[in-house]
């Protein structure tokens, strides 16, 4: 094992066993309460059996579930070959539309050190070298040297070609590019404009695309699901409509109102798009957007057809030929059912994908509007239709800023000003807006629970947001008589931000709970007879 700090790129070709090994008390320390002694589980040791089949010699952690050892010469050799030739492929016209910044980064990089200054990975796990964001990067640089230019070819070591592509290199470098959550604050704060997130996508995109590999639970049980089902959960479409009768049922048992869900309606002005993880996990998000809409007179539709209701496109994580086929269907049951736009739900993931990497997989011709529902939330709060008492949230409340929405979207201010009007004690996290950091679930992390993977996420990868969390909450946290909320508006978010508080038993021992911002701005509405949020209705 090498001492973390003296780690190189060249060494994803070393023998060893395991490259870096981790204890908590090397990581970075939590805020209060968590700073005492005995509030934080041990790593889960690494099992014989998994450094027998997988690549657990990069840092103990199994990502990649897909990624077994060759059991021959020929094995490892025809592994080798497919990533040398996706290696090639990457950099000619094959992948034009990344051409240029991939090349640019490839290039340019000052190794300023910048980027890891901004990497929550890096920071949280005690700037340790594995996790620099240009770690990887220059590793991806060595071989392309090595095998690709006519320095590299002669010189080898003398012009940084010195990383040999075996089994052991390229698999570890392949879980390497599943350290990264693509959250871009990197290539934000890079003084080049140097894309370090772009890099970490495109070696996945090596491996999906030319080697197939991926990790089972964004592909088989997601894309594929996807692909096969109309959604990543693998709900059809009868189930799908099973689900919203039930929703039907519970507002009305609930809450007293009866609501039913306009679904497959043609010419509306809006199609709302959910993740379809919001119907199983938490079912009160789309019931929460359907007694705001319905108040609020919207002309809306749900879409009932396959690739309709939605709005999840893993693809755009690792695998462009997967993003454009779903990107294709769901444009496709917009246009069927002839509406003016496309609203994406609370679900960061689905705005990017929605809204930014369809757009240039969509023929012009078939394009439909897509739009964030935060200025869309926004105007109805500001509208003065329906009446709101802020009364009802006035407890401590703090806002996650989704990469997808917030960064790389600039959407910023309408989720604060629906704040700032319906919640009394609304805090900001520091740093916020887009400086915000990553929830640590990003680019599939959140759903990535193989073998040991989750203590990565919970440790490591979430760490920055765990402390950003409990540091927005000083003067309550440790009275778990005050509920404490996290207001995560996006499913991939919640989903971590869940985890996380389960994992440090954030929620019984101190009461922080969370969830979206259109929750908390139904449970402000004056015609809801009761508190929208269950934890509200448990105090009564």
Known sequence: MIDSKNLKPSDLGRADEQLVVFTTEELMPLPAPYDKPGLEPDFVPVKDAWREKYCTSLDGFVGIDTLTRPQSKEEEEEFVRKFLTGLEKLFSDANSGMLQPLNLTMEYCAKCDTC?????????????????????????????????????????????????????????????????????????????????????????????????????????????????????????????????????????????????????????????????????????????????????????TLSSEMMGYDSVNYGIWYDDAQAKKIALGQIKAANELGVRRIVQGECGHAHKAGALVADRMVPGSNKVPVESFFPLLRDIVMSGAIKFDPSRNNFPVTLHDPCNVVRQMGIVMPQREVLHKLAPQFREMTP?????????????????????????????????????????????????????????????????????????????????QYSGLIELVVNAMVDLKKPFFEFLREEE
């Open 432 to 512: 916020h807006g887009v400086d915000n950091y990553c929830c640590g679930g990003g680019s599939g992390f959140a759903i990535m629970h193989s073998f040991n993977f989750g203590d990565f996420r919970n440790k490591i990868s979430a760490r920055k947001k765990f402390a950003q969390i409990l540091n927005a909450f000083p003067d309550t946290m440790e009275d778990p008589s005050i509920v404490k909320y996290v207001c995560a508006p996006c499913s991939n978010c919640k989903g971590t931000i869940r985890d996380i508080l389960e994992y440090y038993e954030a929620t019984e021992k101190y009461n922080v």
């Open 116 to 300: 890891s200054a901004a990497c929550h990975i890096y920071e949280g796990s005690g700037n340790n070298e594995l996790y620099r964001p240009i770690f990887r990067i220059e590793a991806l640089r060595k071989l392309y040297k090595k095998y690709f230019t006519t320095s590299g070819k002669l010189l080898g070591g003398f012009v940084g070609a010195d990383l040999e592509a075996t089994w052991e290199s390229i698999a570890r470098l392949g879980e390497s590019a599943y350290r990264c959550n693509l959250c871009r604050r990197c290539a934000q704060t890079c003084p080049l404009g140097l894309d370090n997130g772009i890099m970490a996508k495109e070696i996945r995109k090596i491996f999906s695309m030319e080697m197939g590999i991926a990790p089972s639970p964004i592909h088989k049980k997601g894309t594929e699901n996807q692909l096969k089902t109309g959604s990543s959960t693998g709900m059809t479409k009868p189930v799908f409509l099973d689900n919203i009768q039930f929703l039907e049922e519970e507002i009305e048992e609930n809450y007293g109102i009866k609501i039913k869900f306009p679904i497959d309606k043609k010419g509306a002005d809006v199609l709302l798009i959910h993740n379809a993880g919001e119907y199983n996990a938490w079912p009160e998000n789309p019931m929460a957007f359907a007694i705001l809409f319905e108040a609020a007179g919207i002309n809306w």
